[in-house]
């Protein structure tokens, strides 16, 4: 076969790679990132394929029967005519998809209620932009197959030279897999990407028209070196329909584990476009290798049958293997980082090992199959075309109900587990199948059947190391440093339609897991979801608000919106349906029980899709979509979203953005800050609660009220909303507007440079996931934000209403609310003012210069009242009481009396637990004490905090209550902190004055 050949299919397999998913990813722009939507769109693409394939093969038989004369007779010069359609219809295929979006809007509107009947009307919209491209792709296989099958003595070798090729344009596919995922979308954009492939499609095609030109008819230089005058004998009818049968069946379970993979390894890998485009490498890779093997052990076999039973039992050996490993591949992730950098190479270097593991075993099989299949079904040299083409039609239609079942009815049916035991049950079915028509020997069924025991005998996954999260390298640090993985308290696992929910029981609360990342929990994530909620709803200051929603996770930020008087409509929209069910069962008491409440529709769908379609107009929309890493969830982040959410906001409408700090590096929080304020003339900043990492946006086109007279009658006005502010850690309307980042004014000075998300350049949907790889990295630039260096946040510009009540009495409550935000400067510039309107601010000034950073050697506080000695190792101080003991707990003080605070910290931390009596807490309050020298400030808080809580011994130690201010605001607990140094300077004001005045 010659290697031009060879050369050309490689090609087209990598122009057909990247345009499919360029073309795939800008439908979903349309249609919506649902479940629905996407296999309705590659359920298009691969009928397409389908009815090319069906009819290339029936054209290229025509073609070489005909006398015409060459090179019209030539199948080869038909190829370059597909490849050359190929690219001309991916140059007007985007531009027809951005007309797309009001049909789609307008289908949405009519259909909506019905999902199956909007997947239809769907189906036909795409497929007349799909078809004339797809089919030509799909013709090329069997016009290259009869290409190279001219003679009867080379139906010998078509085995051989069909897996060639079928490998060499899978080797292509990986290629253009990694190219699009890897390097051309992230670099070039969509558009470009489109354009380059469109160009190298089109030059492929000429260039194969051009040597079918010259070399007109031509056979190849090797089809005479066979040696074979005669066909070979074809196998018996019945037996080539059950080949068909069996290849069609193929593809659907191999399509279904494609399926299952994604989601296995989105759970265990991330769910960024990265892990996606490792699995389909990955598998590309065994489909390619599996078939050129083929090709050269199996392409002559005189019982293809035989080989086909074989292969069949080897891929559902490798099925099972698969469904053994899933849940130790957490295990194995931990194993192979330990010990390294966690680098973003070493971390996806252990995503694609992983990948292969589970992968690769069975796609090797797979890929076998196809040149063996066809083997056993070619009945003759006239018809190779023919049935070539029939034969990979089958296996695409297979495919796509493969994709349609494993995503539809497995997942959310039977489950990733279970499907994986009934993807090897199937498989190896098929191999008895194929080995009793072979009818030599019973050797291959008995295997069959030993594997079926199996798979059905094999345990079942540990849920609580498959959610684990581990791709967040964070958490894998967290579980490498405590010895592995722990077992979690999981109380509700679902395989969804589009991702995997979970819910765990942790001390004081619940946690609502997406494809094992952590979305929502009524613990720290409270203030997030309360003020997301309720700070454009008070901002906007309407009196009957209509709101759109985009994300329900917990159902907390929804719950809160629709109690808020002010608000009668509240539309939510969220893509999986367990999230919903998951909610409703485990948040109730935390959420208000929006699934109850008449102001509140529930909807499923994409949510850019759903407000598009939705064709209505609201006073608040609020976005809250999981991390922008998430493959999809950036598109609600791009300038095109932002655009279109204007569109449906009323002219004094308020858009809200949650937008984290967290596994995000500056250069991809200040791209998601400036889009934002491309569309938004006023553009507000805040961080909710004191604990978080995450910051809302507020949008309009006008400037919004925030007026702090206004604001405290809205609260006043509703004991409801009062309360649920307080979950918010909102005490007063100042502490809302004391949570500010950033001004309208200063938006541009702190996004300056910045790049543009847009639906075209996926910026962030690329960068993401490496910050997400180096989260390690990126923490700082979150205590920089949320520290007092921080250069803007300044509230003068932005504030109305101030004076109310006493002179400088609102000044103070401002100043108050920047402590506790960890504002200093902020704080001291109100106190200031405070005092220049006659309030006495003493006591807030004692906190303020409480809460200043201390330095290393500052004599602070001495730990226990006026020097007292510290208890000697009696016994009754510990509870397990040893000489040891005694040993360290003097060596402990020799070194705290010679200011070695390390040392002597890593001295008493091996002490026993103390018992509960006032030289008992002494020791634990020394132990505090170096431990908040040493700046291992959560170990010194777990030690003070038991200690605050005995009011005797806290009245009788000052320093607890100082030390655990001291400790909390280092922390970034600047709430805690703040009520601490109150409590101190309250009870102790000369001893505050002291510690204060003593310092360096």
Not at 327 to 339: C, H, I, K, S
Not at 456 to 469: E, H, I, K, Q
Request: glycine letters at 10%.
């Amino acid at each position: 076969m010659p290697a031009l050949l060879v050369i050309f299919f490689t090609l087209s397999g990598a122009t057909s790679l990247i345009l499919q998913v360029v073309w795939v990813r800008r439908l979903i722009g349309v249609f919506g990132a649902s479940s629905l939507a996407i296999a309705t769109v590659l359920a298009t693409f691969m009928a397409g394929l389908a009815i090319g394939s069906w009819l290339g093969g029936r054209w290229a038989d025509k073609l070489v029967r005909s006398k015409a004369p060459a090179p019209i007779n030539n199948p080869f010069f038909y190829y370059g005519v597909a490849e050359v359609l190929v690219g001309i219809a991916a140059l007007i295929i985007l531009p027809l998809i951005d007309q797309y979006a009001g049909a789609n809007a307008w289908l949405w509107q009519q259909l909506g209620g019905t999902p199956w009947l909007l997947a239809c009307a769907r189906f036909l919209l795409t497929a007349t932009v799909l078809i004339i491209p797809t089919t030509a792709m799909g013709a090329t296989l069997p016009l290259l197959t009869r290409r190279i099958t001219a003679r009867r003595d080379d139906l010998d070798a078509l085995g051989r030279r069909l897996g060639m090729l079928y490998a060499s344009n899978t080797l292509g596919a990986l290629v253009g897999a990694a190219a699009a995922g890897f390097w051309f979308i992230p670099l070039f954009g969509v558009s470009l990407s489109n354009g380059v492939a469109a160009g190298a499609a089109i030059t492929v095609g000429l260039l194969a028209m051009a040597v079918s030109w010259l070399a007109p008819g031509a056979p190849s230089p090797c089809m005479a070196d066979e040696g074979i005058s005669e066909e070979p004998p074809a196998q018996p009818r019945p037996r080539r329909k059950a080949v068909l049968w069996l290849y069609a069946m193929s593809g659907g379970i191999a399509m279904c584990l494609e399926v299952l993979w994604s989601r296995t390894l989105a759970i265990v890998n991330g769910s960024s476009v990265y892990s996606f485009t490792i699995v389909l490498c990955t598998f590309l890779v065994g489909i390619s290798a599996g078939s050129a093997i083929a090709a050269k052990l199996w392409g002559r076999t005189q019982r293809p049958l035989l080989v086909l039973a074989g292969l069949f039992l080897f891929a559902g050996a490798g099925i099972l293997l698969f469904q053994l490993l899933a849940d130790e591949l957490p295990g194995m992730f931990l194993a192979l980082v330990e010990g390294t950098t966690l680098s973003v190479d070493t971390v996806l270097s252990a995503h694609v090992f992983l990948s292969a593991l589970i992968i690769v075993p069975t796609a090797l099989a797979m890929g076998a199959v196809m040149p063996v299949a066809i083997r056993a079904y070619v009945g003759g040299v006239d018809e190779v075309g023919t049935d070539v083409g029939r034969a990979y039609a089958s296996n695409t239609l297979g495919a796509i109900i493969g994709s349609i079942a494993g995503g539809f009815l497995i997942l959310p049916g039977p489950g990733l587990e279970l499907g994986a035991r009934l993807a090897a049950l199937a498989m190896l079915a098929m191999g008895t199948w194929a080995a009793l028509l072979d009818a030599r020997k019973p050797t291959l069924p008995a295997i069959a059947g030993v594997l079926a025991v199996c798979t059905l005998l094999s345990p079942g996954w540990n849920r609580s190391d498959f959610t684990s999260g581990l791709f967040r390298t964070h958490q894998a640090s967290r579980y490498i440093r405590d010895g592995g993985l722990f077992q979690r308290d999981l109380v509700y696992y679902r395989d969804g339609i589009s991702t995997t929910v979970s819910v765990e029981k942790l001390a004081g609360g619940w946690v609502l897991r997406n494809n094992g990342k952590v979305e929502a929990s009524n613990r720290h994530d409270m203030p997030t979801q309360i003020l997301v909620g309720l700070m454009p709803v008070l901002f906007h200051g309407g009196e009957e608000q209509e709101v759109f929603l985009v994300g329900y996770g917990s159902g907390v930020t929804v719950g809160s919106i629709a109690i808020a008087p002010m608000v009668s409509v509240v539309d939510v929209v969220e893509l999986e349906p367990a999230v919903y069910d998951a909610a409703d069962k485990f948040f109730g008491s935390f959420n208000n029980e929006p699934d109850k409440n008449p102001k509140v529709r529930r909807l499923l769908g994409d949510g850019r899709n759903v407000l598009l379609a939705g064709g209505k107009t609201y006073d608040v929309i609020v976005s809250e979509p999981s991390n922008p890493w998430i493959a999809g969830v950036a598109t609600l982040f791009t300038r095109e979203f932002y655009q279109l959410a204007k569109q449906h906001l009323e002219p004094d409408g308020v858009f809200c953005q949650w937008a984290q700090l967290y596994e995000l590096g500056p250069r991809n929080v200040k791209m998601i800050y400036r889009t934002f304020s491309e569309s938004f003339r006023y553009v507000y900043a805040f961080t909710p609660g004191d604990e978080t990492t995450d910051t809302i946006l507020l949008g309009s086109d006008r400037p919004l009220a925030m007026n702090l007279q206004k604001l405290r009658e809205q609260m006043a006005g509703s004991d409801i909303l009062m309360a649920e502010l307080a979950r918010g850690e909102i005490q007063v309307a100042e502490d809302l507007v004391a949570s500010i980042l950033l001004g309208p004014e200063e938006v541009a000075s702190f996004t300056a440079g910045a790049s543009i998300n847009t639906d075209d350049n996926a910026k962030l949907e690329y960068a993401a996931p490496h910050d997400l790889l180096a989260s390690a990295n990126t923490g700082q630039f979150a205590r920089l934000v949320r520290g007092d260096s921080w250069p803007y946040g300044y509230l003068e510009p932005v504030l109305e209403g101030v004076s109310s009540g006493p002179l400088g009495s609102a000044e103070l409550r401002i100043a108050r609310s920047l402590l506790t935000y960890g504002r200093l400067r902020r704080a001291e510039n109100w106190i200031d003012k405070a005092e220049a309107l006659g309030a006495d601010s003493t006591h807030l000034r004692r906190v303020h210069a409480l809460a200043q950073p201390t330095d290393y050697l500052d004599p602070e506080l001495a730990i226990t009242e006026g020097g007292a000695p510290l208890p000697k190792a009696a016994p009754g101080l510990f509870h397990r009481s040893s000489e040891p003991a005694a040993e360290l707990l003097q060596e402990g003080y020799n070194l705290f009396a010679k200011g070695r605070w390390a040392a002597g910290w890593a001295a008493l931390r091996r002490l026993p637990s103390r018992a509960d009596s006032p030289d008992g807490r002494d020791v634990s309050l020394l132990m505090a004490y170096l431990a908040y020298k040493t700046l291992d400030l959560d170990q010194a808080r777990k030690l003070l905090a038991p200690l605050s809580e005995n009011e005797q011994y806290r009245g009788m130690r000052p320093s607890v209550a100082y030390y655990l201010g001291r400790t909390h605001f280092g922390l970034g607990h600047f709430r805690d902190a703040v009520e601490f140094f109150e409590d101190f300077a309250k009870r102790w004001p000369d001893l505050a004055d002291s510690c204060i005045s003593s310092r360096l």
